[in-house]
């Protein structure tokens, strides 16, 4: 009795282990049906079996369940359940014949999930779970490939750039750094942002070699993307290297000479050379070479109007650059005692004054005149600059004590906003 009591309770074990791998069994054939709801039911009660939840083929099912509900509901949290199972299932049996025959597909649709709910997520600009959902989709990637299948799914380039330009818009500038870099060891050529965005990240780390490196690799790679040039300038004005910042703009000027655009923009960027802010944007030191940087600017903007006489913005940087100067020996002239102010010295800042305001004023109305013709098509940048003409305007007129011109460009400033 003893001996058969024995064998009874070994066959009782038996039929539940069969029963239990009989719920793998019915799981799977509620898959091939897509009776989700069963083959979930099935495969947890294996799962909390203590003979099949060992099993790889368990976990290998469950993964298969939740693959196929993720995919067809492009649900990124079924996706990643699935993931945890496949992972599961060859930590039991790395060497699982169904696996290797089927396992690069189902990985892919994994990663293909995830990967899409990122893209989705950046669309919508969700910076956060765009990073998160592409991290999670290389973990796909980086897991599968890992294990030495037969094929290896594909390194995304793109996914590896917007995954660092989501990460850098989240925020996480480290981490998006890491992305960023193995994109351009990838040699990904489809977005200049690329570049914009690296080199933006080592000017904020203060590593000049690499902002330098990257403005000059991009400029290499996209010629046309005028966005490289002004950070090249921007590089060589914010590290003081204003000699080889003048050598580049005198070698493009030299190599355009009569480009009208090449020519403005070379006396604006001087000009802005001998004029520099803080960072607060009040004016800072001018630089020691001052004078002489005014007379290219100067010469440049006469060049740039001898190109294009009508043109609204050359004619009010020329005018902006007298005005300016005269505003600054206005100040000189201001910070005088009451006693100073009949001295020769201030009888000359008077003059100088006076001078430069007459010199302006023509090429402010010209300004004026221009920028008034086309004021319904005009760009908010050009609003800005039609702005500062009129107030300089309104300045210059109230001087010479010109009320009605006074009144008339009031008028306009209103209109203008």
């Not at 925020?171 to 942002?193: C, I, N, S």
């Not at 609204?312 to 007298?322: D, E, I, P, S």
């Not at 013709?373 to 908010?380: G, V």
């Amino acid at each position: 009795m003893k001996k058969l009591l024995v064998s009874l309770v070994f066959c009782s074990a038996g039929l539940v282990a069969v029963a239990q791998r009989a719920k793998v069994s019915s799981a799977e054939e509620a898959l091939t049906k897509k009776d989700y709801d069963k083959a979930k039911a099935d495969i947890q009660a294996a799962l909390e079996n203590e003979k099949t939840k060992g099993d790889a083929k368990t976990w290998y099912v469950k993964g298969k369940i939740f693959e196929a509900t993720a995919t067809e509901k492009k649900d990124t949290k079924e996706a990643l359940e699935a993931f945890d199972a496949y992972k599961k299932a060859l930590e039991i049996n790395p060497k699982m014949t169904e696996a290797q025959l089927e396992m690069h597909q189902r990985m892919f649709n994994l990663y293909a999930t995830i990967g899409n709910a990122g893209y989705a997520s950046l669309n919508d600009q969700k910076w956060d779970s765009a990073f998160i959902y592409f991290k999670d989709a290389f973990s796909v990637v980086d897991f599968y490939n890992s294990k030495g299948f037969a094929s290896a799914l594909p390194t995304d380039t793109s996914m590896i750039f917007y995954a660092g330009y989501a990460g850098n818009q989240a925020g996480k500038k480290d981490e998006a750094l890491t992305y960023l870099k193995k994109a351009v060891d990838l040699h990904f050529k489809a977005e200049p942002a690329l570049y914009v965005i690296l080199a933006q990240t080592y000017e904020e780390k203060g590593d000049n070699a690499n902002w330098l490196k990257t403005i000059e690799d991009g400029k290499a790679m996209f010629p046309k993307d005028k966005r490289f040039n002004d950070m090249e300038m921007l590089y060589y004005s914010k590290t003081g290297k204003t000699s080889e910042l003048l050598g580049i703009l005198e070698k493009k000027m030299a190599e355009n000479p009569n480009d009208f655009q090449t020519i403005l923009d070379y006396g604006i960027r001087v000009d802005n050379l001998a004029n520099p802010r803080s960072e607060g944007g009040q004016d800072a030191a001018k630089p020691a070479n001052y004078d002489e940087l005014m007379g290219k600017a100067e010469g440049a903007y006469k060049k740039a109007i001898e190109l294009k006489a009508d043109d609204a913005t050359a004619n009010f940087q020329l005018g902006a650059l007298y005005f300016n100067r005269a505003v600054g020996f206005n100040k000189e002239l201001n910070a005088m005692d009451s006693k100073s102010l009949n001295t020769p010295k201030a009888k000359e800042l008077q003059t100088k004054v006076t001078g430069l305001m007459d010199q302006a004023l023509p090429f402010f109305e010209k300004a004026d005149e221009n920028f008034t013709a086309k004021a319904a098509s005009l760009e908010p940048s050009d609003k800005q600059t039609y702005e500062s003409c009129l107030y300089a305007l309104q300045k210059i007129y109230a001087i010479k004590n010109e009320t009605a011109k006074v009144d008339a460009v009031k008028k306009k400033l209103e209109n203008l906003k």
